[in-house]
């Protein structure tokens, strides 16, 4: 299975790559984003807001995380490929330029010059290194759980646990449920492999590291 995942990871590098290109003529504008995230602060501006659907967990930390992956989670709400009413209802309403901007925005909102770049993450009891080396996890996400190997991948390491786990779970549903749920091949392929109780494990033990994620408190009134 391993063999399998790392062949399909190589395949979706080389499709970020052809992404990537095809994106340049969009340059995202961080004051332009600044205007376009009145949307956004309300949940993802609110250090610990929870959301309620499809069950109680915390919103993701996006601050920090890298543009072009805030485009492309935006893009599958658009496209429905990741199926959130909400999320749904804000994409649509977003140009490719307005995605491209607020990704910008996110992508450097809350850092700090010259803070420490998180390095190889430590291991944690074998049960969980087991589970990870079982999906591959690092071969995409990195072994920092930081610097994933292609862009429009996420940064996970410090990521809120109960948040990792609904997605995982979503992944793990591919999409099928009509109003929730994620449809990715690589990820659903992961997600499968596991039972819910193992999923949370490795969700637990990302949220555990140190990682550039943040919710920087904003105002819900700008």
């Excluded at 990820?187 to 943040?214: H, R």
Aim: charged share 20%; hydrophobic share 35%; net charge positive.
């Amino acid at each position: 299975m391993n063999k399998f995942l790392l062949s399909i990871c190589g395949f979706l590098v080389a499709g970020a790559t052809t992404f990537s290109a095809c994106a340049q003529d969009i340059q995202g504008d961080v004051k332009a984003g600044e205007k376009k995230i009145t949307l956004c602060i309300g949940c993802h501006g609110i250090p610990g807001y929870q959301a309620s659907f499809p069950e109680v967990h915390r919103v993701p930390m996006i601050s920090g995380q890298g543009a072009p992956y805030i485009v492309s989670a935006l893009t599958a709400y658009q496209k429905g490929d990741r199926r959130h009413p909400s999320m749904r209802g804000i994409a649509d309403n977003l140009s490719e330029q307005d995605m491209a901007d607020i990704a910008a925005y996110y992508e450097v909102h809350g850092q700090v010059e010259g803070a420490p770049v998180p390095g190889k993450a430590a291991e944690g009891n074998a049960r969980v290194t087991a589970l990870l080396n079982k999906g591959a996890c690092i071969s995409c996400h990195g072994d920092s759980f930081s610097k994933p190997i292609a862009p429009n991948y996420p940064k996970l390491a410090g990521q809120h646990g109960d948040y990792l786990f609904v997605a995982l779970k979503a992944y793990k549903s591919d999409g099928k449920n009509a109003t929730w749920g994620r449809a990715n091949a690589i990820m659903g392929g992961v997600a499968k492999q596991f039972s819910n109780a193992e999923l949370k494990e490795m969700a637990t033990y990302i949220s555990d590291l140190p990682g550039e994620l943040k919710t920087v408190p904003q105002s819900r009134f700008r």
